[in-house]
């Protein structure tokens, strides 16, 4: 029960602060692969978590068959029907069971939701995708347009849609590069991980963790593409073609190279050096990772600690 109490009373801070923290390391300019490994495990390890302490306590406490969360629910109910107040273990283990299932049902509402809008989109995509039939995922799908767009299409296969006037209006140099963004969208499965996180933020938005990480995902992994285009094809490369194209409606049906951070993206390519720092980047990505897993324990394991010294 005190380990359960625990991670539920971590989760909860990290639930409410995660987010404070997370924010502070971007603004050190930590590599954004790194950060978004730290968005995507906090976010997705916290609703984990919640429906974990359900189960740790619903596995029976001592030998009574009764005496896991289950069983004290039906005790709960059994004593309200009958009249009588319940003890504050059945009412807790009742709460318990309402809330996951709360979190379960809303989790599921948010998946229908978003099968539905990627239904209502799918006659436009399969357009697209035909058009692009017989060519590799990787190579774009070149439409006339006046225009300068790029944006990727996740889904399987994944599509790249570029406008022709790109080549009219870029150099080579940043022509390949914008394919390059567009092509580490896809390597790095970007569209997916939006997805989950807007899953979780429309079934919990009273979460400020979860209500903050989408906007968050979407600016890092732009900087993440950006990265991966200036080692490719080097940052004046990289930094020609997201002048060009910022300042134009981004698309809606998949993740265009301009519309957000410009600013910032242009000073970041302007000040950081090029180089393949994978090593580092997985070391990270390992601390991150490692902290997000820790963090929820250790910080219910002093919340409770504190509330002890302060009732005692």
Known sequence: ???????????????????????????????????????LLSTVGLVVSAVATISLLALPADEHPASGIFGLA?????????????????????????????????????VRARLRRRRERAPHLEQLRLLAAGSSPADPLWVRDNRPLAMSIGGRPGLIVMSDSLRHQLTPAAVAATLEHERAHLRGRHHALIAVVEVLAAALPIVPLLRAAPSVIKDLVELAADAEAARRCGPAAVREALGRLSGHPAP??????????????????????????????LAGCAVVALAALLLPGAAGWLTLNVVGCVVT
């Open 1 to 39: 029960m005190t380990a359960a109490l625990a991670l539920l009373m971590g989760g909860m801070v990290v639930g409410v602060h995660g987010h404070r923290t997370l924010l502070w390391l971007a603004d050190r300019r930590i590599d954004p692969t790194v950060l978004l490994t730290g968005w």
């Open 252 to 281: 809606a049906l998949g993740l265009g190279m301009a519309g957000r951070l410009t600013q910032t993206r242009l000073s970041r390519l302007s000040a950081d050096r090029v180089g393949d720092h994978r090593a580092m980047r």
């Open 74 to 110: 039906g005790g709960c109910w059994t004593a309200i029907s009958s009249g009588n107040v319940p003890g504050w273990r059945e009412a807790f283990a009742a709460l318990g069971v309402v809330g996951s299932a709360a979190i379960l049902f809303r989790l599921g509402w948010a």
